[in-house]
């Protein structure tokens, strides 16, 4: 099992909520990732991070953001919630140089 | 921008039976891996093949790359109930910093 978490698993909220979906790894690496999936579909990065104070948009345009203050927590927030915010959003991290990347459980968010 | 694309997009089987899953991808890759994802989960690293490797194994897992044809095989030996997930695989572009690039996965149903 990999030592990346992400809290909540599941959150229904209102249209027009600020939320903050949290990811903390105790690998120590150095990059992170953010990714958005739908149901049987592919999964779309959104942000990564090279290590701490490094943050970059994905190839998902995206109304969240991301911050990286310390190595093992990469949080993403989301400012005004809106239903087609409505996904599984899965954080991740990989070692710098090691392709290999460790998946956290997923947050499953609905957005009414 | 999609990379790998894994076909077929929904496999049934019964026990004791082999699954092949195959992923094509568009351009030049460092390597290659496969991942697999239960459902409602995060992504677990089955296996990973670099782009001068043709053939790897990993228990019951067996995985092929061709890059003249841009393509790699997951071949699931002897498979069984615990083996329904969804498998995806993973790229890379080759020249820059490795940000994998998945595709929308195969489905995988073994049947009791």
């Known amino acids: 099992e990999a030592d990346i978490y992400q809290t909540p698993r599941y959150l229904v909220i209102g249209t027009g909520k600020k939320i903050t979906l949290e990811c903390s790894q105790t690998?120590?690496?150095?990059?992170m990732y953010w990714y958005q999936q739908d149901p049987g579909m592919e999964l779309h990065l959104i942000h990564y991070?090279?290590?701490?104070?490094?943050?970059e948009k994905g190839d998902l345009s995206s109304e969240s953001t991301v911050s990286r203050i310390r190595t093992e927590h990469f949080p993403l927030t989301l400012e005004s919630a809106r239903p087609s915010h409505t996904s599984q959003y899965l954080c991740a991290s990989s070692e710098y140089g090691v392709d290999t990347q460790y998946f956290g459980p997923g947050t499953r968010l609905t957005v009414l | 921008s999609q990379q790998g694309e894994e076909d077929p997009q929904a496999l049934s089987i019964q026990e004791g039976e082999n699954a092949t899953m195959n992923c094509s991808y568009k351009?030049?890759?460092?390597?290659l891996q496969w991942y697999r994802q239960n459902s409602g989960r995060g992504l677990v690293h089955l296996i990973l093949?670099?782009?001068?490797?043709r053939e790897k194994h990993s228990g019951r897992l067996r995985v092929t790359l061709d890059t003249s044809k841009k393509s790699s095989s997951l071949l699931i030996t002897a498979s069984r109930a615990a083996d329904t997930a969804s498998y995806f695989c993973?790229?890379?572009?080759?020249?820059?910093?490795?940000?994998?690039?998945f595709g929308r996965g195969t489905s995988l149903i073994v049947h009791p």
């Open positions: 351009t030049s890759i460092n390597n």
């Open positions: 093949i670099r782009s001068n490797e």
């Open positions: 991070s090279y290590g701490v104070n490094s943050t």
């Open positions: 690998m120590g690496h150095d990059k």
């Open positions: 993973a790229t890379d572009a080759s020249g820059g910093s490795y940000i994998p690039t």
